[in-house]
């Protein structure tokens, strides 16, 4: 096993090899190769894509033959870079950040529906990115909102009806978790806090 690239990186494992005992041709065998263990060493901490060679030779009395496979490993987390909320009435809502998470104040009454869009990127292939709403409906029951997941870039999770949702109160109402996985099963994790808020603001005459 070697790696090949980013160049500058060096690695190379001779150690693991297996001796066929097979009296008779064609000779079967099996072989293990785990790069995200055996190159540790090779990768250290540094997260990238990196082209793994895995080369097997047999030799006999006749000489030796060889055949070689590349591979990918790729040990970084795709990312997030954008979102936005919108809804049907008011259009793009505002995002309001603070020190510990990001919040949208949302009003969830029957009749509008929420659009979550954005980006996912990752430095090989994206798999997919799904989003998870959890939160407490009217009763105090743990409820959980799941559309399909996104297999694009790209991605729009749209016609959202969050009016089962209950406001709480002295706690997040509900939190968005999206979820973004890439072709070599990393993932990142982005949430956003809702808060729902269904009354009118009032005001009296002095």
Request: glycine share 6%; hydrophobic share 30%; proline share 4%.
């Amino acid at each position: 096993v070697s790696i090949k690239s980013p160049s500058g990186t060096t690695f190379t494992d001779t150690a693991n090899s297996i001796t066929v005992t097979e009296s008779a041709s064609p000779f079967k065998w099996s072989f293990f190769v785990d790069p995200q263990n055996d190159v540790t060493t090779a990768l250290s901490t540094t997260k990238g894509l990196y082209t793994v060679i895995v080369t097997i030779s047999a030799t006999n009395g006749g000489g030796t033959a060889s055949t070689t496979r590349t591979y990918y490993l790729d040990n970084e987390e795709p990312s997030i870079p954008s979102l936005a909320l919108t809804n049907s009435v008011e259009g793009t809502l505002k995002l309001s950040g603070s020190s510990t998470a990001d919040v949208y104040y949302i009003n969830n009454k029957s009749g509008n529906t929420f659009t979550l869009s954005g980006t996912s990127t990752d430095n090989y292939m994206m798999e997919s990115t799904s989003l998870t709403i959890t939160g407490l409906d009217s009763s105090a029951n743990t409820k959980t909102y799941t559309p399909p997941a996104a297999s694009t870039i790209s991605w729009s999770f749209a016609s959202m009806d969050l009016s089962g949702f209950a406001a709480q109160s002295g706690k997040v109402d509900a939190v968005a978790t999206l979820t973004a996985k890439d072709k070599s099963g990393n993932v990142y994790a982005k949430s956003i806090n809702l808060e729902f808020d269904q009354t009118n603001p009032s005001w009296t005459m002095g």
